[in-house]
């Protein structure tokens, strides 16, 4: 009534976290969440299975630059902003698409003798998306860790090591297989 729909779930507690920030900003402010503990129950298994999309890894240490930066606002929305100490396996951002990607956001514009018209074009980046603990929580993989200091807070794999995150990634989706294998 009235251009109002009502839902009704029942989901986990677990579900909820990073769900407010994420529905006030998709229906800009509009929607109303209620919710009421209703009983304990044992543990159905992980949520949003593989909906999630992929993040956007530094592969390298320094300062993020806007000519970086600018070419990989392409790629996903950005959580670092032009200025910002960035390292190795740091989540910079969130890829459009599926599966994580290894970027350099440090890379810096390489200096010609040649003029052009285009050489001293300004940089106009989207603000970087800024969340708070809650929403991180929310938002992170198994995979991920969320480091906080008195002067930030960090998205960041727990393995820094491309390699080791690649050969932990691999031994995870073999267990995955196997206990799939074992159901049926």
């Not at 994420?22 to 949003?48: C, M, Q, S, W, Y």
């Not at 890894?57 to 000519?67: F, V």
């Not at 599926?98 to 514009?109: Q, W, Y």
Request: no cysteine.
């Amino acid at each position: 009534s009235n251009g109002k729909t009502r839902l009704r779930f029942e989901i986990p507690s677990r579900g909820l976290l990073g769900f407010h920030s994420e529905i006030a900003t998709t229906t800009r402010g509009t929607a109303v969440v209620n919710h009421v503990f209703l009983d304990d129950r044992k543990h159905v298994g992980p949520l949003g299975d593989g909906l999630d999309k992929g993040k956007l890894i530094s592969s390298e240490m320094g300062k993020a630059t806007s000519h970086a930066l600018s070419s990989l606002s392409a790629r996903g929305t950005l959580f670092v902003e032009p200025g910002d100490k960035v390292y190795p396996g740091m989540v910079i951002g969130e890829n459009a698409k599926s599966g994580d990607l290894e970027v350099n956001p440090v890379r810096a514009k390489t200096a010609t003798n040649m003029r052009t018209h285009s050489k001293d074009e300004k940089v106009y980046l989207a603000p970087p998306k800024k969340m708070t603990v809650e929403e991180l929580i929310g938002y992170m993989a198994s995979d991920e860790v969320i480091e906080v200091t008195p002067q930030s807070v960090r998205l960041r794999k727990a393995e820094l090591d491309p390699v080791e995150r690649m050969k932990a990634s691999r031994i995870k989706k073999q267990q995955r297989e196997a206990i799939k294998a074992k159901k049926k």
